[in-house]
């Protein structure tokens, strides 16, 4: 999936052999360098033939009123989009006058690394100038992980053969505004066809210039942003050591500042310039104090020296490290990709504080540098089990946003809050709303999260002093969305009608079974919070009442509808129905779908696509992973045999939750198979979009793939469980995994499985395949193991579903159609029989 020959395989980091302009873009991503605030893409110091060059700050957007071709009521009316933060990359050099650039430059050696162990990328070439001279050049870039508004960048210049003049260009550059006029060329956003994964492009000016000024070696640039009002200011400091004859000269104008060194190079005599960069933001305060707070990171990290600077990094990772590695025995290649998974997660959230992750981190303006669930479902896991303080950062931009989510209910007509579909700035910024708006989902996503973090951790004082308000508001809006609905037999039935599941490719339903089994978890976890608050935090829970002006009836409300809950299911096929009339629906031939109509949103109207049973992404095979003790392992099978053959993969949410269920339900080579997918999305560009950004959630799920799916880990009703799926040419897999206090240390062998626990932590009681054990602080328990569990040949088809019938004869399922001019067409629609199916074990209401 990779070049090899360019890219070869080293277990600690990403090297390339070679430069390569035609994908640009895809190695800025891949080479990007941030620290969850901060963000820095690949692009070259020279600052030419960039895709785009990327520097970015999370949560540093501009806002734009949307236009929709036909207004309605409710419709998002504010859209935002992440914008790139002055340019610090660049760093030209210059012997003889005669520029480095790769575009004529004959280079006699070229190595790029990412170093997953230091967090430094680095680049080592050697340059043959028309004159012959060789020139070593040697760069760094760094945005430190301790220190979260700094970056560092050096280059070294070295003349091999002969004296010459030496001149190293650094710049602070506003690229923002359409082209650049400094030497580049157009900020590289592509605005060619449609691609809802894209960023916006702007056309007015967006970042209006305030204080700006040169002092010394140190240069200052600060705007604000035109609507959102947003305040950004960077400063750099510049260093020169060499033992050469050099002079200095500067430059500083609104949208650029040069600190140019002109240096007359011995032979073999070294310049070395040093970069240091400060970037801060803000939604409110003005661009003189950003300035005084660039100057005060600047001074400290001087001070500190740029030497230990590099060393605290390096001390920073080895700690993440430790808690956080995967390590897959015999196969380097996967171990690489592994932890340039892993890093990119460090990258994204680490020093979010509290803003959230977005989907592309802070390595690309794909999505538009947006939130979604994604950061829920898919990275919270492994920030929860390996660096909590994360998880709860991110959690508690949630709870920043709960004002505005409960304007976005008021406006739906619905009581509590609403969580947006995409946003920055907590309003929806989604302009479709059958795709957008109407995922509610996304309440019970986050309320998962939550009661995720606290079952990992212990914290449930982070849950009572404030999170508590989410699972509550949360709750409240599923009580108004939903209905009752009296049934034949008599029972009650609770419903929610007019919502969109993951699955963007099955829009406006009624009764999602993933919206309604999570929804259910939501009812359920909030019932038993606040019932517990009332008990042991009698104090919070008065808080809490008067804050919120909770009814003390509400929790009974909630369990009563969790209890009533209709999921849908199909007696005759033995699945769950994805919605009410998903089974109604023509079955779109995915085997006969050209690759060039792939992915389908982007080649064939929505209201087509609609009419199908076709999948974007596994929609009740999430439900299953997430909620599966509430399914059996015969219903798991079924379901993932019937949805795994519609499933187009075209969301890289979706491979990794796919290998999850297969290797449960014993499609180990399957599973297999949708992890190599999964952990290459970025590093194989398998969707032709790697340029945009990282899929930080697919990196998440990877994690989730290794420790859950061949790892076997489950935590329902807050108990620790393992039922390993060791691939069959894997001798081991190994991982850390936090447990409240204590920290696990796993190793999973074909015959065994060695729970290890760290000597501080206390006793963690866990089981395997449902044998308990308890594993003491500085001991470990080794568990022999018969079996990986059943193994099942070849992949699921459709055609095991064909010609299912009831005994009256009426058709259940179609047989798979034929594409005719690449429009599915198939015979009727297929009638269904629904009923609701029973909480598996409703004395344990908490079961994420």
Known sequence: MMDRDRFPVDPWRLVERSFDVDNSGVTETLFTVGNGYLGLRGNHPEGRFAHEHGTFVNGFHETFPIRHAEQAYGFAEVGQTIINAPDAKVMRVYVDDEPLSFDVAEILEYERTLDLRDGVLRRDLLWRTPSGKEVRINYERLVSFEEKHLAVMNVEVTVLNADAPVTVSCQLINRQDGEDVYGGRPVGRSTAGFDPRKTEKLHER???????????????????VTESGMTVAV??????????????????????????????????????????????????????????????????????????????QRAWLDGFWERSDVRIAGHEDLQQATRWCLFQLAQASARADGLGVPAKGVSGSGYSGHYFWDTEIYVLPFLAYTSPLWARNALRMRVHMLPAARKRAFQLNEVGALFPWRTINGEEASAYYAAGTAQYHINADVSFALAKYVRATGDVDFLYREAVDIAVETARLWTTLGFWRDEKDGEDSFHIHGVTGPDEYTTVVNDNLFTNVMARFNLRFAARTVREMEFEAPESYRLMVDRLGLDPDEADAWDKAAEAMHIPFSPALGIHPQDAVFLEREVWDLENTPPGQRPLLLHFHPLVIYRYQVLKQADVVLALFLQGNHFTDEEKLADFEYYDPLTTGDSTLSGVVQSILAAEVGYQDLALEYFLDSIYVDLGDLHHNAADGVHVASAGGVWTSLVSGFGGMRDHFGELTFDPRLPADWPELAYALAWHDTRLHITLRRDEMIVGAEAEGTPVSFSVRGVSYTVDGGEEVVVPLATQGPVREGRPSLRMFADVRREDGTLLSASVPTLTSAIPIVTGPIPIVTESIPIVDPESPVDA
Not at 206 to 224: A, C, F, I, N, T
Not at 241 to 253: K, M
Request: proline share 5%; net charge positive; aromatic share 6%.
């Open 235 to 312: 400063a750099a400091d510049h260093l020169i050591v060499t033992d050469n004859e050099y002079t200095a000269r500067t430059l500083i104008q609104p949208d650029i500042a040069k600190n140019v060194f002109r240096v007359q190079a011995k032979a073999g005599v070294p310049v070395r310039v040093t970069k240091l960069v400060s970037y801060h933001t803000s939604r409110g305060v003005p661009a003189p104090e950003l300035v005084d707070r660039c100057r005060r990171t600047l001074d400290r990290a001087r001070s500190e020296g740029v030497s230990e600077q590099f060393r605290r």
């Open 206 to 224: 967006v970042l209006q210039p305030r204080e700006h000024w040169q002092e010394g070696e140190r240069s200052v640039l600060s705007y604000e």
